[in-house]
């Protein structure tokens, strides 16, 4: 009796059958793990390797802004190498105070101080300072503390300052002030910073609140003082993103010892907003930010105080939703890939996801300019974990889908056949090509008969266990089930591998085939039961074999002269005693088999009569 080896629902449909599985269930947690990840990137708390990858991509897109046309509202005094070879340091107060009536002088709008005097000097020129500080449009600086330090900084007596609520500001612990004699200054700007955890300078204060009072940042206390206009409603009060140039270019400068020896014109400083400080290495006011590792601070104070006056004039960058575009062009790339993943390769799906990542980076640029707040770096993360965990997903997927495909295929083709093809050179094997085969037709004599009065249980036991008689041989002689046919088969050998023994084994298989349905037949008569008779054609020649169909479905077959014959063949067989018709292409090849003619016959299809042969047991 043959093992029932046959799955329900057998053939070559199980073969094309992809099974259900949770695949688009997990893809969708990935997709939304992705999207999960810009949210929170733009709307989360700002901190860790997101904080650094923003910062990091946005220092790069400073370096990337092309140099602008200077801005001619601001004049930046440098007390650079230059000025020091003529007049080296430190300078006296008198020295300092000349050059600050000198801008006044010529038309400067209001000057700011960006050099800390914590201790008396020179006494006239501290009386001078006082004096301008006191009644002309000057700031001068005093530096608050933002790190909370087991003794706090007290240098100094502080300045200038609002009473009132905190709002915005934020809080300090310690200053560095200037000595007594400033202390009537009327306009006083905070130059203290607080650089980020990687010791960059990105952000300023506007607003420092210590011990109930709010101070100005230098700049908007410049602005503030003597931009000529009153400051709109809506600047920031908090931390600000300095709005960082190239590099020196953006503004109209001049040498501190340029101004003393008289050599810029009043053109050059009228109208102006002067900022006076150093760019010297050896006075050290050096910070490090998207610019460069040692960026002197008065470049910070101008970008700062260009921001301001932009965003006075209204011609700062008009406000964009960097967030909301983000998660667009997030859920966009998360949408496509979710519909590519099963359908490119995934070194398909990485080059759609890296140009994706180039896409967002020409897109973050521009925007990064109109958005300071937004995270340019989250879309990119998202990217990024589709690339370390959808993509090899889905390739995991492809190859367990792979594996139960060829699980499946090799309970319809001889094992030996498919690990011949996986190991073929042949790109693609399956392509339909002539070749010389040998096709098998069996079929069970009387099947209606056989099944019509037993319940549908048994004629589905019947059924598969007679195809399991039949397709066992095939497999073992290394043929090609081709397809069932309800109660038969067809099988042939020599493709998709090619076999110079195709014949023999096709006669080897018939021989087994008959032998496991008498077994069968005789176990069913002693139950009982009507014998079954197998009815088998075979025949060899040229065919075509190969994968046909559609892009719906395709299978593996063989179409072509013997293959219609060997059909003939099989259903000629009800007219012999024999089981086993072979015709005479068959005979021609076979090397191992001896042969019975039968006569001729003229088949239907056939112009003239076929010689039809059955073949010989072996003793």
């Given amino acids: ?136 449009p000057l700031v001068v600086p005093q530096l608050f503390d933002f790190t909370l330090q087991p003794a706090p900084l007290r240098v100094g007596r502080l300045a200038g300052g609002v009473a009132g609520p905190q709002g915005g500001a934020v809080p300090a612990h310690g200053y560095i002030a200037n000595h007594e004699g400033l202390a009537g200054a009327t306009h006083v700007g905070n130059i203290g910073i607080r650089p980020d955890a990687d010791g960059t300078l990105r952000r300023v204060p506007m607003y420092t609140w210590f011990e109930g009072r709010r101070y100005p940042t230098l700049a908007r206390a410049l602005l503030d003082c003597c931009s000529g206009r009153p400051a709109p409603d809506g600047l920031p009060e908090g931390m600000l993103r300095v709005p960082f140039h190239s590099d020196w270019s953006a503004f109209t400068g001049a040498e501190a010892a340029d101004v003393l020896e008289d050599k810029l ?35 910070v104070h101008a970008a700062v105080l260009d921001g301001l006056l932009d965003m006075q004039a209204g011609t700062a960058p008009a406000p964009w939703p ?20 099963p359908r490119l390769s995934a070194a398909g799906n990485m080059l759609l996801l890296a140009g994706s990542s180039l896409a967002w980076l020409a897109l973050a640029f521009p925007v990064s300019l109109h958005d300071p707040a937004f995270s340019t770096a989250g ?79 048994q004629a589905a036991w019947l059924t598969t266990t007679f195809l399991d008689c039949l397709t066992r041989p095939v497999l073992e002689q290394r043929g090609t089930l081709d397809k069932y046919t309800g109660d038969g088969l067809v099988a042939f050998w020599g493709a998709p591998l090619p076999n110079p023994e195709h014949a023999d084994l096709a006669l080897d298989a018939a021989l087994r085939i008959v032998g496991e349905v008498r077994q069968m037949s005789a176990r069913l008569e002693r139950n009982g039961q009507k014998p079954l008779r197998v009815r088998i054609g075979i025949e060899s020649g040229t065919a075509m074999a190969g994968d046909y169909g559609t892009a719906f479905r395709s299978i593996y077959t063989a179409v072509g002269d013997s293959v219609n014959t060997a059909s003939r063949l099989e259903q000629a067989a009800r007219d012999f005693p024999h089981d086993i018709i072979v015709g005479e292409g068959t005979v021609a090849r076979a090397r191992r088999h001896s042969f019975t003619l039968l006569g001729e016959q003229l088949l239907r299809g056939k112009e003239k009569p076929v010689k039809l042969y059955t073949v010989q047991v072996p003793a």
Wanted: hydrophobic letters at 50%; glycine letters at 8%; aromatic letters at 4%.
């Fill in 1 to 136: 009796m043959c093992a029932h080896a046959i799955r329900p629902g057998g053939g070559i449909h199980s073969i094309l059958r992809i099974p259900i599985s949770s695949a688009p269930l997990q893809r969708t947690v990935i997709a939304v793990a992705a999207l999960l990840l810009t949210v929170w990137s733009q709307w989360g708390p700002a901190t860790g390797s997101i904080r650094f990858a923003d910062e990091w991509l946005r220092d790069r897109y400073i370096a990337l802004r092309p140099a602008e046309a200077k801005d001619h509202r601001i004049l930046v005094v440098d007390i650079g190498e230059s000025s020091l070879v003529r007049h080296p340091w430190p300078w006296k107060r008198d020295l300092l105070a000349t050059v600050v009536e000198k801008l006044l002088a010529q038309g400067a709008r209001g000057v700011a101080l960006d050099i800390l005097q914590e201790k008396p000097a020179d006494a006239g020129g501290d009386a001078r300072l006082a004096v301008l500080a006191a009644h002309a």
């Fill in 322 to 341: 960097g967030r909301a575009l983000a998660l667009l062009f997030c859920l966009g790339v998360t949408l496509l890939v979710s519909y590519t993943l």
């Fill in 379 to 457: 879309p990119l993360l998202s990217i990024a974990l589709l690339m370390v965990v959808a993509v090899p997903f889905q390739w995991q997927l492809a190859q367990r889908k792979s594996r139960q495909l060829l699980s499946t295929l090799r309970q319809y083709v001889a094992g030996e056949v498919v690990d011949e093809l996986l190991r073929s050179e042949n790109l693609d094997p399956l392509t339909p090509k002539q070749v010389e085969v040998t096709t098998l037709i069996a079929d069970m004599e009387g099947y209606t008969t056989q099944v019509e009065s037993l319940p549908v249980e």
């Fill in 265 to 299: 014109s009043d053109a050059d400083v009228a109208g102006k907003l002067v900022l006076v400080g150093s760019s010297a290495l050896s006075i050290g006011d050096r910070i490090s930010t998207p610019l460069g590792s040692s960026t002197a601070g008065l470049m």
